[in-house]
T-cell receptor, first 112, second 114 residues
């Protein structure tokens, strides 16, 4: 079954607004990663947060991890039209080979 | 570095034909992954290699699919015979060091089987 599930499936906002995407997973993890995919392109790594971390920042990105709730959120502040893409969370399960399992993604549209 | 290189970028073939997808990982990366992405099933891991050795091929859909990595700088994914349901975007990715580390994706091969 799917390890990571993103919510919402689609999100449309105006430029300058913040965008929040959530990811839930089912089993214990080593780490959780967020990737972005622009239309017709490969996935690009955004940020990795380990199971012993609660929050991480990278530029306009903020990721939180709540292992008790088995959930993570990705916040993009002051969004830009160029942020329009699909965003995927990927989990590395602990006690496993550690391969990444990707969720179905959230499609973000930022209107100029 | 040029990043992960995949060829061809687009492939259109007829049912029953053999298809070979190619990947050149980033130099120095120990792990190589093959994924398939469709609207219905999302991104699925097909197989991954560590130091050119196949480690987990549990995601390979059936015997029609095979993958090889003859050296550290080249891998192929072959489908023989191809079927319309194999139509998808196939991604190759590589990573360095720990298995669950950051993965770097290629641009993908869009396969259409008629």
């Amino acid at each position: 079954s799917q390890q990571g599930e993103e919510d919402p499936q689609a999100l449309s906002i105006q430029e300058g607004e913040n965008a929040t995407m959530n990811c839930s997973y089912k089993t214990s993890i080593n780490n959780l990663q967020w990737y972005r995919q622009n239309s017709g392109r490969g996935l690009v790594h955004l940020i990795l947060i380990r199971s012993n971390e609660r929050e991480k920042h990278s530029g306009r990105l903020r990721v939180t991890l709540d292992t008790s709730k088995k959930s993570s959120s990705l916040l993009i502040t002051a969004s830009r039209a160029a942020d329009t893409a699909s965003y995927f969370c990927a989990t590395s399960r602990s006690g496993n080979t550690g391969k990444l399992i990707f969720g179905q993604g959230t499609t973000l549209q930022v209107k100029p | 570095d040029a990043g992960v290189i995949q060829s061809p970028r687009h492939e259109v073939t007829e049912m029953g034909q053999e298809v070979t997808l190619r990947c050149k990982p980033i130099s120095g990366h120990d792990y190589l992954f093959w994924y398939r992405q469709t609207m219905m099933r999302g991104l699925e891991l097909l197989i991954y290699f560590n130091n050119n050795v196949p480690i987990d091929d549990s995601g390979m859909p059936e015997d029609r699919f095979s993958a090889k990595m003859p050296n550290a700088s080249f891998s192929t994914l072959k489908i023989q015979p191809s079927e319309p349901r194999d139509s998808a975007v196939y991604f190759c990715a590589s990573s360095k060091g720990q298995l669950a580390d950051t993965q770097y994706f290629g641009p993908g091969t869009r396969l259409t089987v008629l």
